[in-house]
């Protein structure tokens, strides 16, 4: 991991941290007596949490209404996932063998949580200092990027434009495949009978918001 | 509020800080220019959060789901409220004359609020190594008193109990006065017919809660 560490330009200590933090429960199942990310995850997200209020505190004019909005978007499961492939973390994951894969890739929650589980193990070992500068390093250049906006709900997102704009909106399920265990749902998402966009997913519902979101990138929204 | 930083351990810097974080938008809002607690209490509400996070993972053996359920007990209004009381950050809040007062008291909400405020004020003036020090000074012996319980919602607590035991539960309204804009209730709640609480206060919701939770220390629950 040392090339991730000095990408996120940290002098880890205690390196058992760091293992715990990209290890899911399917993985630390398969080999006992290890711990998994989840506890780390809790922590790491109350991190998030207060660095990104700091920030906004210090930085923007917002009331408490607009920060805890604000907030919510750089922390959503969108976010974390955007930063944490930036960061090339899902090269790291161990998932156990149980643990099954969508079209070759890590689930995306898992891929969200580890980054939380990451700066969680920051915070223990190197403290609060140097989990804020890091962490701050990886947001801000997102926050302060007005091209770039996180939506915990692309769908909610696609409808209120849509509403606005007095379109019809519609998602269709244009392919089902794959065993019950391991099926792969592709669904297109049309507005006014134009298809927007195309997603594919492990769940109908992730394969729509897949699709609401390249809507939304091509509406650019 | 020097008997106050006193009692809490802290030289504070920026006095100012304080100020604000004692301030109620109906304070604020009469005396233009000034700031109210909110932008503080959305900041220390964060501090708070990370505070117990930390805590718990460093001292118990709960997983995350646990953690995140006991974490909320004592970070809920009732929580806040009861700190906020023990350090008497009470005597210090300043309202507007449009604040109306329930029994000359203020509101719960409000009491609990200057808590997080306060927290926030701490991190910004002082680190957060200094209000994590606060914090634990002032929670630790709550978590750590097995007598002591917090419920977010004393109701629902107590439902669950009766559900339990097969009891009947019971409100009644015994009392409803004063003028419209500031009434006062009276609730009694009954187990299987005979009082166990009594509660007054300016909502018939809050003044049901008052009740139970005065049940629920009679049936120590």
New interface residues.
Partial sequence: MDELFKKIKINPKDLQLYKIAFSHSSYANEHRAKQDY??????G???L??VV??YL?SNKKE??GE??KVRASYVCENALYEYSMSLGLNNYIKVGHGEEKEGGKFKKAIVADIFEALI?AI??DLG??TA?KTVLNIIVPYIENPDIVFFSDYKSALQEYVQTSQQSLHYELIKEEGPAHNKRFTVQVKIDGIVYGTGVSGSKKEAEQEAAKIALDKLAI
């Avoid at 989840?38 to 922590?43: A, G, P």
């Fill in positions: 989840e506890r780390l995850e809790f922590l997200d109350a991190v949490d207060l209020a700091d505190y009331n408490e920060m805890t969680g915070y223990l609060y200092a804020r």
